[in-house]
């Protein structure tokens, strides 16, 4: 496949049909199954897929295919457009879904190991929200029914197993998944061609082509990993021929460590109109957005008047890697513990990185103008003066990360981490330097509910702050070193054992991740 051909390929309208893929070898639901929170037997799917993880081989690079794990889609029942296979991708096929349908999703694993689906981004039971004491063997199944109560917006699926999470993203194992809603469907935005999915990594090959990973080693860790390349839709820097149009671009940090601060080379127009929980209430303007781990962002991006072509590239601009943190001894010079700084990455945190291109052709798009006012907030989003507030610590001890001064045990929930359905609390994410000046920005991420970004404070000058959108509900945000944010969640009405964690990935992998028992 010609790698320019990729992202053209990518504009929704051009694709089609759904790979076929073997059944499991065997079926059965999990034991952990808890049934006050199964639907049951009275579930009638609107939507039922058939979702598997399996080795597979891709071409990446010239030359040698490269082994993958990669999730592949068979539409068993619902529109034919739901499910949208990515040509020549490692990535899993692109889940379409409206709100209000009822969905089933039979994940089969065909790995070699434990494996689980979180879907990011929605609020489900308990039973289908992917939590890693769910995971199931080789040959399994695992059967997920919910119904797609969120918002449209662009969320996004990965596996979640304990302490694997990390490994199986970066094998391959991720997708993107739409909700579209009746609300987005009538600002008539950049649809088929003109709308860009464009889903974020950082991969590291080996001179075979095969993906490179760390081998457990405490620095790699303790940062995160980062590979020395940048890839689109699992393609290095590709570039798409697009209209001299209006172009709605969907983004999605699937890296797992790196922090991407992403702007256009030209000076073109970029309104940011979504975030990770769907549509802002107005569209916001800004030159460059600060994009982490498991976020997602929503653009419209005006191509009109530039000449046929017209090479518009999205860039990650180079900023301080002290910016995303850094792992470093006080003791040994400040930084780097003789070193080793940023794992065996050539290409730390702020190196400035082409990420891909967009080459103008003649054809013109429809008449666009950006709406001025784009959806429409529920009652959570009010503030609720008065509402418990809970101060979650990030730190670093005893050469872990921590939540709240825990790491992540399977079924252990704290007091403070149990609260009521349907319920609002503020809480307070805290990031600590300690004193061996080990820092780090993370981004936290909450299980369940969207969350109200109210406030961040503290920190010193960060010039990724700029970048970042508060706005709009929010599943992830990023907390800078030394900043306290803010947010008000409301939590889900599904009883049950949630998570909470950092999305670096490994850093999640190592423990700072932790329940809540929604009650
Ligand atoms: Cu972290």
Same mark, same amino acid.
């Given at each position: ?5 990729l992202?053209?390929l990518?504009s929704?309208?051009t694709?089609?049909?759904? @790979?076929?893929?073997?059944?499991p ?17 009275g ?9 598997t993880? +399996?080795?597979?081989?891709?071409a990446?690079?010239?030359?040698a295919p490269?082994?993958v794990?990669r999730?592949?889609g /068979?539409l068993?029942? #619902? ?14 096929p692109?889940i379409?879904?409206r709100?209000?349908?009822k969905?089933? @999703? ?10 689980i ?12 929200d992917?939590h ?7 040959g399994?199944e695992?059967v997920?029914e919910?119904?797609v109560t ?8 990965h596996?979640?197993p ?14 993107v ?9 009538r ?6 061609g003109?709308?860009?999915?464009c @889903? ?6 080996d001179?075979r082509?095969?993906l490179v ?7 790699e ?11 689109v839709?699992?393609?290095?820097q590709?570039?798409t021929e697009?209209?001299a ?7 999605v940090?699937?890296?797992?460590? =790196? ?5 256009w080379?030209r000076?073109?127009?970029?309104a940011v109109?979504?975030g990770?929980g769907g549509l802002?209430?107005t569209?916001?303007?800004q ?6 781990p498991?976020q997602r962002?929503?653009l ?20 301080a890697?002290?910016d995303a943190?850094l ?5 040994m ?5 003789g070193?080793?700084?940023g794992?065996n ?5 702020g190196?400035?990185?082409r @990420? ?5 052709r003649?054809r013109?798009?429809a008449?666009?103008?950006v709406?001025?006012r784009?959806?429409?907030?529920d009652?959570?989003?009010?503030p609720r003066a ?5 101060r979650?610590s ?8 921590l939540?709240g001064g825990?790491?992540f045990?399977?079924?252990d929930v ?6 009521? +359905? ?9 990031n600590?330097?300690?004193?061996m000046g ?10 369940g =509910?969207q969350? /109200?970004?109210l406030d961040?404070t #503290? #920190? =010193? ?12 509900? /929010? ?6 070193p030394g ?9 889900t009405?599904?009883?049950g054992?949630?998570l ?5 990935l ?8 932790r329940?809540?028992?929604?009650t």
């Amino acid at each position: 496949m010609d790698r320019r051909e990729l992202l053209r390929l990518l504009s929704l309208s051009t694709l089609a049909g759904t @790979v076929a893929c073997k059944g499991p070898s065997a079926s059965a639901r999990p034991a952990a199954f808890s049934p006050e929170t199964t639907s049951g037997a009275g579930f009638v799917p609107d939507v039922e897929l058939l979702l598997t993880a +399996a080795p597979d081989e891709v071409a990446v690079l010239p030359g040698a295919p490269t082994r993958v794990w990669r999730f592949s889609g /068979r539409l068993l029942k #619902g529109p034919a457009d739901t499910l949208q296979t990515i040509p020549g991708s490692y990535l899993g096929p692109v889940i379409r879904l409206r709100r209000g349908q009822k969905v089933r @999703v039979r994940f089969a694993n065909q790995l070699a190991e434990d494996s689980i689906v979180h879907w990011h981004g929605l609020d489900v039971p308990e039973s289908a929200d992917g939590h890693p004491r769910l995971a199931v063997g080789h040959g399994r199944e695992y059967v997920y029914e919910f119904e797609v109560t969120n918002r449209a917006g662009t969320y996004w699926y990965h596996p979640h197993p304990h302490m694997r999470t990390g490994a199986q993203v970066y094998q391959g194992l991720a997708g993107v998944l739409l909700v579209q809603d009746d609300e987005e469907d009538r600002l008539a935005l950049p649809s088929g061609g003109t709308e860009l999915l464009c @889903v974020i990594q950082d991969r590291q090959f080996d001179e075979r082509n095969q993906l490179v990973f760390h081998g457990g080693v405490m620095m790699e860790m303790m940062n995160g990993f980062l590979g020395d390349r940048v890839l689109v839709n699992g393609q290095p820097q590709p570039t798409t021929e697009v209209d001299a149009a209006w172009h709605r671009v969907r983004l999605v940090n699937a890296s797992n460590a =790196r922090i991407y601060k992403l702007a256009w080379s030209r000076d073109v127009q970029m309104a940011v109109i979504g975030g990770d929980g769907g549509l802002l209430e107005t569209p916001l303007h800004q030159q460059a957005l600060t994009l982490a781990p498991g976020q997602r962002a929503d653009l419209l991006l005006d191509l009109t008047g530039l000449a046929v072509g017209t090479d518009v590239h999205l860039e990650s601009q180079a900023f301080a890697e002290a910016d995303a943190g850094l792992v470093g001894m006080m003791g040994m010079g400040g930084r780097g513990m003789g070193g080793m700084r940023g794992g065996n990455s050539s290409v730390p945190n702020g190196t400035p990185l082409r @990420v891909m291109t967009l080459r103008t052709r003649a054809r013109q798009g429809a008449a666009f103008r950006v709406p001025e006012r784009l959806s429409s907030f529920d009652a959570a989003w009010a503030p609720r003066a008065g509402a418990p507030i809970r101060r979650v610590s990030l730190t670093f001890q005893r050469m872990e990360w921590l939540l709240g001064g825990r790491t992540f045990a399977m079924a252990d929930v704290a007091p403070e981490e149990t609260v009521a +359905a349907g319920s609002t609390q503020l809480w307070e994410f805290e990031n600590l330097a300690n004193p061996m000046g080990m820092e780090a920005a993370h981004p936290i991420h909450m299980h369940g =509910r969207q969350f /109200r970004v109210l406030d961040r404070t #503290g #920190g =010193r000058a960060n010039t990724l702050r700029a970048g970042i959108v508060d706005g709009g509900w /929010r599943d992830t945000v990023l907390v800078l070193p030394g900043e306290t944010v803010r947010v008000q969640v409301t939590f889900t009405h599904h009883p049950g054992l949630y998570l909470y964690h950092c999305h670096i990935l490994e850093h999640e992998d190592m423990g700072m991740m932790r329940n809540f028992r929604v009650t």
